[in-house]
């Protein structure tokens, strides 16, 4: 699968092994970075190929060792600052497409879920298993809020209904992050990343609230 990223473009592969993601890296004339090798039980292998510019060449390859516990690894393209946000395990990397180095990791505090980007702050929320952490799009981060198990959320103006597990319902208020009590559900949408068989139209970590 081919995906446009301003002036360069993203091939994305899955693949069986760890030993066959750093074969295909290994080609990359600009080098590779693979992220989540200290991953303790691996069990899932994704490439990401960059075709920098307009010609396609060097190439610039990404890698992942994730552990999906019923997750799969997310990524972001942000065109304002030319990085592409990664998700997977319980961290987000954003790496620079013009200087192939690693600009931020977040840590978060369980597994990776998704992504949700809001335009109207100009941040990102980055959603785990039990909560979620506010980013700018710098990567500074702005708020955090961890609980339980999210089981739905739902945006609503200013503010985010989240429905737990075992926890009561809360609203947060998007800017600050500051809690309230709420009673409001509704089912989420999720992206991730695809296998092979699947076929996706639409670029994938890009949801548009």
């Known amino acids: 699968m081919y995906l446009a990223a301003g002036k360069h473009y993203i091939e994305l592969h899955s693949w069986e092994t760890a030993t066959d993601l750093k074969r295909a890296l290994s080609t990359c004339q600009a080098g590779c970075l693979i992220l989540g090798e200290a991953a303790e039980s691996p069990n899932a292998f994704y490439s990401l190929t960059i075709y920098l510019g307009w010609q396609g060449l060097p190439q610039f390859g990404i890698g992942l060792c994730a552990e999906e516990h019923g997750l799969k690894p997310y990524w ?79 945006l609503q103006g200013d503010y985010l209904q989240l429905t737990f597990l075992d926890a009561p319902p809360v609203s947060l208020f998007l800017p600050t992050g500051v809690a309230q009590k709420s009673s409001k559900k509704i089912t989420p949408h999720v992206s991730h990343f695809p296998r092979r068989e699947e076929i996706s139209p639409r670029p994938l970590g890009v949801v548009g609230v």
């Open 76 to 154: 972001l393209w942000q065109p304002t600052v030319s990085e592409v946000w990664l998700g997977f395990n319980r961290e987000v990397v954003a790496i620079g497409l013009e200087d192939q180095q690693i600009h931020f990791r977040v840590l978060l505090d369980s597994w990776f879920h998704s992504f949700v980007r809001l335009d109207q702050y100009r941040n990102i929320l980055v959603f785990h298993e039990i909560g979620l952490v506010a980013l700018q799009d710098d990567g500074q981060e702005l708020w955090r809020y961890t609980r339980d198990v999210i089981e739905e959320i739902d």
